[in-house]
């Protein structure tokens, strides 16, 4: 059983990446027989999407690549970075190229969205948007969790959630991520 995350994020420094990380190892250790590959969307940069561009190219390799990447992987975790109550502009970029290929984006898979911020916000706004949509681009969504105040919740040297009730939460949500045989 395979499972692709990744965080909506192409900062190198991304809390999201750090989070979505940490999420796969715990799965790893919660649950027998599930392999994940963390990958980075800095590595499906493309131009700024307009029509115009997808005249002139087409649909580049790496929008298939990212597509192929979902297309052969058992289930996804996501972690939404949010920028002024949205996705970040690199997510959403590589999003609409992929959305060109096929608007089921997700291809049926079984999902986790999560979301974190240095704020108390979470980034449970860009979140509640995600989970709202993800019906309409193909993903199943088996569970979401947003994490507050990122700095005070995780402890970066030690790779840990520290905050037991939000670690909790995440071990609910990784158990509970059915779909998954
Ligand atoms: C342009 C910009 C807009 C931002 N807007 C929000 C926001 O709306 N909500 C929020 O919680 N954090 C916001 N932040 C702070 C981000 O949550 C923070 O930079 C976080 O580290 C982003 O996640 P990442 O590290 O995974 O990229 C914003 C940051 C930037 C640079």
Redesign the pocket.
Known sequence: MKVLAL?A?N?R?????TLVTYASEQLKELRDNVTVEVIDINDYELPLFSTDREEELGQPQLAHDFYNKIKSADGLII?F??????Y?AAYKNLFDWVSRINIKVFQNKPSLFLS????Q???S?VLKSAETSAPFFGAEIKGTLSIPS?FDNFDSDKNQLTNKNLNRKLCEVLINFHGLH
């Open positions: 965080a994020s900062s420094k991304s809390i999201n990446k972690s970075a949010e920028h002024n109550g949205s970040t974190t911020s240095p704020g916000g979470g980034a706004s990122f």
